[in-house]
């Protein structure tokens, strides 16, 4: 007897939805989070027949389209609170040490789309070609904007780590 | 520079249980494409269960029973992860399976989350007359664990999970149940035992003088497919 789409779906859920809380909570607060990750796993229901055989990156770029769309909507409703880019703001309670901060932040300069090659490598761990699937574009041009992302985050963390002058007394600039 | 940048992960040591309630929830939705307004709706129902169900499902597992910090030699990891293996997050232990035990006790399973996806099992022979206590789920030794990554362990029918033949005598074991809904176990005589399933975890024990040697336990899922089977050792 063939496995229903029910069964299917619950065993693609059980294996994946902790990554894509993960993915959700790396981006977005704890509360968008749950509601990113409620909506994108609605949407896999109803699009069960077009989940391919790796699913992760798919799921993933399920995630970022639901993610984006539902800023685009708080944007239409003037409600944008610029999450996106306020991931270097998202501090672990009692974990983070100042040189994740000093990255996080150094991340945050960088353009989104830069930010999210670097998250998509650094973080899920996943390779060019499946970072491709998750952004929409051809393996090598992944790999070549990860590649200068890398050296724009390398730039950024070099003039995070420059030294900034500080007054001592009797010296005033 | 990507070290450091992985080593700034904000949830790296964030421990992401998997929320069945949600999946029923989101089973439970109409899939045809919706409407303006019954996306709307759809959404809010989902967000509903986001929200809300999580700490139903907080209760049921206070209900269950969480391990008490003590429970360190039930899960020993906590206190001694093996080399390459991330700690436990003892506040995500939760029992998931309660059956009657051999004299007097009762079978019960736990399964504790660590970092990463990393998800350990115990099994235990907890008195009758108790509520279970660290010590309780620590005794009596030789009833087993496992551990696995949760890529493994939540992908199928018995890919995480364990049998042992402990120092009491008796055959116990623990699977995770993946699509299955029941199962059996055939045992090498060709009697045929229902196992139970619960919280995606199936898992049972065998009677002193009853082999497990060469018993196959096999789940089934809702539409009566085999899922998928597995020996619980060989002979």
Partial sequence: MAITDEERFAALFRAYQPAVMRYALRRVDVVDADDLVAQTFLTVWRKLDQVPKDPLPWLYGVTRHTMLDGFRERERRGRLHGRLSAVADFVAPGVDSDAALDVRRALAQLKESDQELLRLSAWEDLHPAEIARVVGCSAATAAVRLHRARRRLAAALGSAATPQPTLTSGVRP | ?235
């Avoid at chain 2, 060709?190 to 196959?216: C, E, M, T, Y």
């Fill in chain 2, 1 to 235: 520079m990507m070290a450091a940048l992985k080593a700034a992960d904000p949830v790296r040591d964030r421990v992401v249980p998997y929320d069945e309630a949600l999946l029923a929830e989101i089973l439970a939705q109409d899939r045809q494409a919706p409407t303006r307004r019954r996306r709307r709706k759809a959404v809010v129902a989902a967000w509903l269960s986001a929200v809300l169900i999580p700490i139903a499902g907080v209760g049921v597992a206070g209900a269950a029973g969480v391990i008490p910090s003590g429970a360190r030699t039930a899960f020993p990891w906590l206190a001694h992860p093996a080399p390459g293996e991330p700690p436990l997050d003892l506040s995500t232990a939760v029992r998931v399976m309660v059956e009657p035990g051999p004299a007097g006790r009762r079978f019960e399973v736990w399964v504790a989350h660590g970092q990463q996806g990393y998800l350990c099992m115990a099994k235990t022979f907890a008195a009758e007359d108790s509520t279970t206590t660290a010590q309780q789920v620590a005794l009596p030794p030789g009833q087993g664990a496992a551990c696995s990554t949760l890529a493994k362990a939540a992908g199928g029918f018995a890919e995480n999970g364990g049998a042992d033949w402990g120092s009491l005598g008796y055959t116990s074991f623990a699977y995770t149940a993946g699509l299955a809904v029941r199962a059996e176990l055939h045992l090498a005589d060709g009697a045929v035992r229902a196992v139970p399933v619960q919280q995606g975890w199936v898992g049972g024990w065998l009677p002193k003088g009853v082999s497990g040697a060469d018993a196959v336990l096999i789940g089934y899922a809702a539409s009566g497919a085999e899922v998928g089977r597995t020996v619980l050792y060989p002979s």
